[in-house]
C-alpha cells in the first residue's frame, strides 16, 4: 500500500526524492524495510544513508558491477509494478489529470489513489476475490 509519494520535476534526482519521502513519511520507516528499485537508484552515498536509516535497496546491477543481493526478486514482481502503474495511468487516468495548479494535480492524484485503496480495502473486507478490480465500482 503507498505511503507517500512525490510529485517532482523531470530533471530531479530520483535518488534525493527518495530520501526525502522516507524522512518525510507520514507513518515511520520500519527497520529492515525493503526497497526495490531500478538501477538509477546506485551510489555509495545513497547506499549508506538508506542501511543507516535500516532500509534495505534491493536493485539490479549495472554493468561491470557484481551481482546484487535479492536480485531474484526482481523479475517476478516487475510484471506486478508495471500492472500498477498502467492501473495508475489507466483506469484512475492520473495522464489525464485535468489539473491546472500543483496543488490541483497533488489534489487530484491524492483523491484517486484513496478510492483506489477504499476499493482494495472494500474488496478485501467483502471476501471479493479480485482485491484490485474496480469494475464494480465504474459506472
Known sequence: ?????ALTGAKTDER?????????????VPSGQVIMADKAYN???LEEELTAG?????????K????????QFLKPLRQRIESVFQTLKG???LEQHGGRTVSGVVSRMVRRLLALTAAIWHNHATGQPVLRSLIAYDH
Open 1 to 5: 500500500m503507498p505511503v507517500g509519494y
Open 91 to 93: 483506469q484512475l487516468g
Open 54 to 62: 535500516g532500509v534495505e535497496l534491493i536493485r539490479p546491477a549495472r
Open 43 to 45: 551510489g555509495l552515498w
Open 64 to 71: 561491470g558491477e557484481a551481482p546484487r543481493p535479492g536480485r
Open 16 to 28: 534525493a526524492t527518495l530520501l526525502a519521502m522516507l524522512d518525510d513519511c507520514p507513518v515511520p
